[in-house]
C-alpha cells in the first residue's frame, strides 16, 4: 500500500474543502485544519494555493497521458480518459474555473501542460530530439484551443455528452500531427 505525501494530503483537503466552498474561499487555514497539518507543512510543498491547484492537475492527468503508446493505448484514448476525468471532478473544476481569479491563466496553464506532454508523446514515441517550428505551432493551436473548450464544456457551455466531444476533439487533431501520434 502507498502512502499519500503531504503534498497529496493538502491536495486531497483542498478538493474535499472545494465540494462544499467557492475556491476564492478556501485559505491556507482552511486547508490546512481540514487535514491536520500546519500552515508551515503547506508553504513547504506550496507557495500558495494556485501553485496548489497547478500541481494537483498535473499530478492527476499526468498519468493518462503517460499512457500513450504503452499496450496500444491511443492519443485519441487519452480524450475519452481526460473527459471521464474531467466529468468524474466536474464539481470541483467548475468551481475552479467560476470562483478564482485565474479562469484565463488555468486555461492557459492546461493548454502549456497538454503541449508540453503532446510534443514528448510525438518525441518519444518517433525517436526525435525536437520539433520543427511548424509542427510545435500546430501542437499548441490544437492544445491551446481543445483546453479552452474542453473549460467550456466544464462549466455547461457546451451540451454534448462526454464520448461525443471527445470524439470531435480527436477529428479536429490536424493531419501534420496524425501522422506522429497514430
Not at 474561499?25 to 485544519?33: E, P, Y
Not at 491547484?53 to 500513450?68: G, Q
Not at 467560476?98 to 518519444?124: A, L, P, Q, W
Not at 474542453?150 to 476533439?169: M, P, S, V
Request: proline share 2%; hydrophobic share 35%.
Amino acid at each position: 500500500m502507498k502512502r499519500m505525501t503531504a503534498k497529496e494530503i493538502l491536495a486531497q483537503s483542498f478538493r474535499e474543502l472545494a465540494e462544499k466552498k467557492n475556491i476564492d474561499k478556501i485559505t491556507i487555514k482552511d486547508i490546512t485544519d481540514n487535514c491536520g497539518y500546519s500552515p508551515a507543512t503547506f508553504y513547504r510543498n506550496y507557495s500558495d494555493k494556485y501553485d496548489l491547484i497547478a500541481w494537483d492537475y498535473v499530478h492527476r492527468t499526468t498519468e493518462i497521458v503517460d499512457k500513450v503508446g504503452v499496450d496500444g493505448y491511443k492519443w485519441r484514448d487519452t480524450w475519452f480518459d481526460a473527459f471521464h476525468f474531467f466529468e468524474d471532478n466536474l464539481h470541483y473544476l467548475k468551481n475552479l474555473l467560476e470562483h478564482t481569479s485565474g479562469h484565463d491563466s488555468f486555461v492557459k496553464y492546461m493548454g502549456t501542460f497538454n503541449s508540453e506532454h503532446m510534443v514528448r508523446c510525438i518525441k518519444d514515441t518517433n525517436g526525435l530530439q525536437k520539433l520543427d517550428d511548424d509542427l510545435k505551432v500546430y501542437v499548441q493551436v490544437y492544445c491551446y484551443g481543445t483546453a479552452q473548450m474542453a473549460c467550456e464544456w466544464i462549466l455547461g457551455n457546451i451540451h454534448f455528452d462526454r464520448d461525443h466531444l471527445a470524439e470531435l476533439f480527436e477529428k479536429a487533431l490536424p493531419e501534420p500531427l496524425k501522422q506522429y501520434l497514430y
